[in-house]
């Protein structure tokens, strides 16, 4: 067996059933880094909270990332998969980092003034606080890198202050300051071509979905806008189609298509078959594991039981070296 590079946490909303924003975003990738890390993956139900008004699809939704990660390829035998709130450590260590987290910083993130654009009638201490929480959620299993997009570089420049801060004031090594480790995430746009995939806007293609399904969907898909008729030449260039084959579909195709649509060779309805065709092909393994899944349901939450064990291990370390910093009682 390999020896792992170091251990990398990352945490995800329970946004339910995912789609391929969600896969091309983060769980491709969370897949790939178990060959040379010990991975921390954990559905953060807590940080839900903070946006959700009511909680009724909460555990479900739970449940149906769990089993799109799992059928997606996350081996439970060796990575620690689990929930949030199934790990209490970690809102006992939030509140001791609020102590050194300064409020002008954190009402200055981007993310927080989006939100804020999103749901002005609901600025919730939660919000104001999801930074502290997210730096919790990472320092508590002694994590030392942090896989994440170039957006959220400012929450994770962030929370290595925080820890700074927390040493220092305590005057301990009893945080390991993390690293962000650079992924290239792609803006999977969704079906309308123009905004990012996402189930808000209706416009996303879910991963578990029958291949009827998945080819109904991409033949609402955007193309070139430019190209009007049949026989009018297509710009391969800015057609999400193409973008999609690039990923999707066999490199002797890819620059078929590449050819054919710009001298009118082929149609915008033949070279979204042809995607939905390969997208299927691609996804048929994933929906076979899925379906083997849910047919015991109970198995998928054993394994995030025994996830959140096993976290807990971890966490109680990181707490009794947080606890002896400050000095608090034994």
Sequence with gaps: ????????????????????????????NYVAMQDDYECVYCIVDIHALTTVEDTFNLRQNT???????????????????FVQSQVPQVTELHTFL????PLGKLTDLPTFKEKIRENPNNVNYGLVGYPVLMTADIVLYQSNLVPVGIDQ???????????????????????IEPQMKNTII?????IDGVNKMGKSLNNHIELASTP???????????????????????DPDVCNVFSMHKIFSPAGEVEMINVECRRAGIGCVECKKRFAANLND?????????????ANP??????????????????????????????LPL
């Design 212 to 234: 009827e399904e998945t080819q109904k969907r991409i033949s609402k898909m955007v193309t070139d806008p430019q190209r009007i008729r049949r026989d009018d030449p297509g």
């Design 282 to 294: 691609h996804l048929a393994p994933f929906r076979k594991k899925r379906i083997e899944l849910d």
């Design 153 to 175: 570089a400012p929450h994770i420049e962030f929370a290595r202050e925080l820890v700074r801060s927390f040493n220092y004031r305590y005057n301990s090594d009893a945080l």
């Design 98 to 101: 609020s102590m050194v987290a």
């Design 63 to 81: 449940y149906d990332m769990a089993l799109d990660w799992l059928a997606a390829g996350i081996r439970p035998e060796e990575t620690i998969m």
């Design 186 to 190: 792609p803006k999977v746009l969704g």
């Design 1 to 28: 067996m390999s020896v792992k590079k170091g251990r990398v946490f990352s945490g995800a909303r329970p946004t339910g059933r995912q789609h391929l924003g969600n896969y091309l975003g983060a769980i491709k």
């Design 298 to 327: 109970q198995a998928v939450w054993d394994i995030l039981h025994d996830g959140a064990k096993r976290a807990r291990v971890i966490a109680d370390q990181t707490m009794a070296k947080v606890r002896a910093a400050i000095q």
